[in-house]
């Protein structure tokens, strides 16, 4: 997130929640949006395929088609230029590459984009409206506005909209992806990513890297490495040999799970470390027992870049040890000693090397935590970044982003758009949530979401269990008629192993920068059965 | 600023302030039932009465705005006489069952019945409500025979989780709190973030996941962030014999910075998975398809061994390394250091896109 979440409570006039169902997926922020609304005031705009929660308290809400969120965004723009409602001043002295922009938005009018995105070109209007002229607007989002082979236009186009009404650099504005994972922010930040290395030095960068070598005593390699999904693609070419997976669950998470399956299969040599026998650990030749958030000292890091203390509670169970010291053990064995006394002790010799972090301390994220970028230990952390429309690569950067159909678009044999997600209930494999007594017993199973119109169409009742397929495979699961998405979406969620919709999702249709899969958006079928 | 004489003491406190935000801001401690700083304000326990000089009724000291001039005092004679019968008027609808509650030692109510030393009631005759404990859901245990009409949970549903999911329901002795028709709560807007639980000052709203594992003086309390999404609530690990036997909130904002308390249902509820009797308590080899327990040394040997020879056969960029968004920053940072400098690929990457 550019800004803080407790901005969202208080400073936000208005707030644009566009692929985000906050209130099932990010709770605690949902609840603090309600209340910016219920109590201030605040303007809430939502646009979702799904009518959330948040969407029923919307002063507009927008169901577009899904995947059509370039076109939607283009539109809103393009109302705001036309209306004069875009802060020329701010474009001026802070942003590049306007007239760009202004040239391709010139075509999205509403009306042109109700006939992509199915939604009246009034409420477009509206919507563009109330956040430029909110004076203090903020963007929301999340998977959906994400998991699309648009995903880096869809990010973009959020971008140019902040830039196009100066809603950044202020308390109550910006453009906030709510992350769905506790540490995600952190994984990312600490260089858990194959083209970075801390604080996103980039390993292509000959000053970058000569200074890792130095610190860590190593050569380390100057090329680029594989994303997760490029990772899989290659183990299914038979071309990687050995992968070690730490806490995560590929056969529950990735797309088309036969793919994953089959490039599993093929590797040499798998490790797995984690808490439980994941559905990915079964495929494993070694599995090594990790330790859970209880069980361990360290930090975690927010969507708001905060970075917070983890504390232990517990010992991990039997002879299961702390992942941090698993890894310094295979490392030495492998030659390359690494010994640490603490976590504490390991985070001292990260922030050296990652400037964002260089000024956090243990003690000083005793309480509050700190958020980065905290460069230096008197400094007292960055609760929004791009303060007085600085960014860092200097100018802001319009994108000039024409619209683009998702890559499996509907047809006659598969006539319906699967889209995926989350529920309020369990956290993303439920490896976690699946073995809580309470979350389980409230939430046993999936369900699939279907309109009433389809289900008539069909003769589908509540409740009843329908075939659902695509072209990777068909799975049985028991339908649930709602009338909160249009008649041609069908949803799942992919917590549950025994129904898992990644079965059915699509592992060929990827964004083409981030590699990030098209979940919200696939071909499939509905059968009574 | 406001002037005004508390116990005998002058003190000034700022203007708008409450008679209890001046005790309080002035180390005067006042006895409260209904009173949340974070919560609308109800007025109704009457737990903080105060008298005031030259007023014919005490006031309440939550609601009541201090005034300059004004004398104040909070432990009169006829003071303690009245909060005395308050609890006697509480303890007429609370049906006392300390000995099995899951609040015992955690109770305001039990708190200042000690305090003021109420045992019993006078008006316990005939007319108390029996209500019957049989929501089924599997997060909130509601024993309303325990309830004392605070409407703390009301106000937490309707101002922190802005859920609305329940209300009172008649008046006066029959006043009841109750979901829409009073029903059961998962149909209602419930979203079983249990924020009742937490501002509950009673045994009458608790988790049905922690229940009968231990009572507050025997838990430590653990501050921690919590394993679900990206929001990074502060919780509460209850530790009972070094097992996790509950989640509780920290209201700070100087130690809950997020959420100052607030949780949802995983991060509340959603603990239990750490004390799962499949959790995995040793390194396993799998033979001819079949996993066997291994010791750590024979485990580790024989990833070292077998990464270092597909290393030297294939390179490193035939290896790759998924670290995860669930384990911390010190872990990641180990993790990627581990493909790139011990493995010597760049090919690290975790679930971020999925």
């Known amino acids: 997130m550019t800004n803080s979440i407790n901005e969202l409570e208080k400073d936000a006039k208005a707030i644009f929640v566009i692929g985000s169902n906050t209130t099932e997926n990010h709770p605690v922020i949902g609840m603090k949006i309600k209340k910016n609304v219920l109590e201030n005031g605040a303007k809430l705009v939502v646009a979702d395929p799904r009518r959330t929660d948040l969407a029923d308290l919307a002063d507009v809400y927008m169901q577009h088609r899904p995947g059509t969120d370039v076109a939607l965004l283009n539109g809103m723009m393009n109302v705001i230029i036309s209306e004069g409602l875009a802060d020329q001043d701010f474009i001026a002295a802070n942003t590049e590459g306007y007239e760009a922009m202004a040239e391709v938005v010139a075509k999205y009018t509403p009306e042109y984009v109700e006939t992509i995105t199915g939604v009246p070109a009034a409420d477009i209007r509206r919507a563009a409206r109330l956040y430029a002229e909110a004076g203090a607007a903020v963007i929301c989002y999340a998977m959906g506005l994400t998991q699309h082979s648009t995903g880096t236009d869809n990010v973009k186009s959020v971008c140019n909209l902040a830039m196009l009404t100066g809603n950044i650099g202020r308390p109550g504005t910006g453009v906030d992806p709510l992350r769905g994972q506790n540490n995600v922010q952190g994984a990312c930040d600490m260089g858990g990513l194959p083209n970075v290395l801390t604080a996103y030095q980039q390993v292509a960068n000959d000053a970058a890297r000569a200074k890792f070598e130095e610190a860590w005593n190593v050569s380390l390699p100057a090329k680029p490495g594989l994303t997760l999904t490029e990772t899989i693609n290659k183990a299914h070419h038979g071309e990687m040999k050995a992968l070690v997976i730490i806490g995560e669950n590929p056969m529950m998470s990735d797309p088309d799970l036969h793919h994953v399956e089959e490039a599993l299969e093929k590797l040499d040599f798998l490790v797995v470390q984690d808490i439980f026998m994941s559905e990915t650990a079964k495929y494993a030749d070694v599995v090594l027992p990790g330790a859970c958030f209880a069980e361990k000292d360290g930090t975690f890091s927010n969507t708001e870049r905060r970075v917070q203390r983890v504390r232990k509670a517990v010992d991990p169970p039997g002879q299961a040890r702390v992942d941090w010291q698993i890894i310094c053990d295979l490392a030495t064995r492998m030659g390359y000693p690494m010994s640490y006394s603490s976590a504490e002790d390991i985070f001292e010799e990260m922030r050296k090397l990652t400037p964002s972090y260089a000024g956090m301390t243990y003690a000083r994220l005793e309480g509050k935590g700190l958020q980065w970028p905290c460069p230096a230990e008197d400094h007292p952390g960055t609760p929004f970044l791009h303060k007085d429309g600085k960014f860092s690569r200097g100018k802001g950067a319009f994108s000039a982003i024409e619209f683009i159909e998702p890559r499996e678009l509907p047809d006659g044999e598969y006539p319906l758009i699967l889209t995926t997600g989350r529920s309020l209930f369990h956290y993303h494999t439920g490896t976690m949530t699946r073995r809580c007594v309470a979350l389980d017993e409230h939430v046993p199973a999936a369900e699939v979401e279907i309109n009433p119109a389809l289900a008539g169409q069909l003769g589908i009742e509540d409740g009843e269990m329908v075939r659902l397929s695509t072209r990777r495979g068909s799975l049985e699961v028991k339908a649930k008629v709602t009338d909160i998405l249009a008649e041609d979406v069908v949803f799942m969620t992919f917590h549950f192993a025994e129904t898992a919709v990644n079965w059915l999702t699509n592992a060929d249709s990827l964004d083409p920068v981030a590699k990030i899969p098209e979940y919200k958006v696939c071909a499939a079928r509905l059968d009574k059965i | ?354």
């Open chain 2, 1 to 354: 600023m406001v002037t005004l004489t508390i116990n005998g003491k002058q003190v000034q406190v700022p203007d708008g302030s409450t008679i209890l935000q001046a005790c309080r801001l002035h180390g005067i401690e006042l006895p409260t039932l209904c009173y949340d700083p974070d919560l609308r304000l109800a007025g109704s326990c009457r737990m903080c009465i105060v008298e005031v000089k030259g007023r014919p009724l005490f006031l309440a000291a939550c609601v009541a705005p201090a005034e300059n001039g004004m004398v104040v005092e909070t432990e009169s004679p006829d003071i303690v006489q009245a909060r005395k019968v308050i609890l006697e008027l509480l303890l007429a609808r609370h049906g006392g069952k300390c000995l099995t509650c899951e609040k015992n030692g955690n109770c305001k109510l039990q708190d200042y019945c000690y305090q003021y030393g109420v045992s019993d009631t006078r008006y316990a005759d005939g007319g108390r409500h029996h209500y019957p404990i049989d929501d089924p859901n599997p997060f909130i245990e509601r024993d309303y025979n325990k309830c004392i009409m605070c409407t703390r949970c009301v106000r937490a549903c309707e101002g922190i989780t802005m859920a609305r999911a329940i209300n009172v329901k008649n008046r006066g002795h029959n006043a009841k709190i109750a979901t829409a028709f009073d029903g059961n709560l998962a149909d209602s807007p419930c979203v079983f973030c249990g924020q009742c639980i937490m501002v509950c000052p009673v045994g009458a709203l608790t988790s049905k996941v922690s229940a009968g594992l231990g009572r507050a003086y025997e838990v430590e309390k653990v501050l921690t962030t919590c394993t679900y999404c990206g929001t990074g609530c502060t919780l509460e690990l209850n530790v009972k014999d070094n097992r996790v036997v509950g989640v509780t909130s920290n209201r700070s904002a100087d130690w809950s910075p997020v959420n100052r308390g607030a949780l949802c249902v995983k991060g509340r509820f959603g603990w239990d998975f750490i004390n799962s009797p499949e959790r995995l308590p040793t390194p396993l080899i799998k033979e001819n398809g079949e996993f066997r327990e291994a010791s750590w040394d024979e485990a580790l040997d024989l990833v070292a061994s077998r990464l270092q020879k597909i290393k030297e056969e294939s390179g490193p960029d035939s290896m790759a390394v998924f670290t995860s968004a669930r384990i911390t920053n010190e872990e990641n940072y180990l993790a990627q250091k581990f493909a790139r400098a011990v493995l010597g690929t760049n090919n690290v990457d975790h679930c971020a896109r999925l």
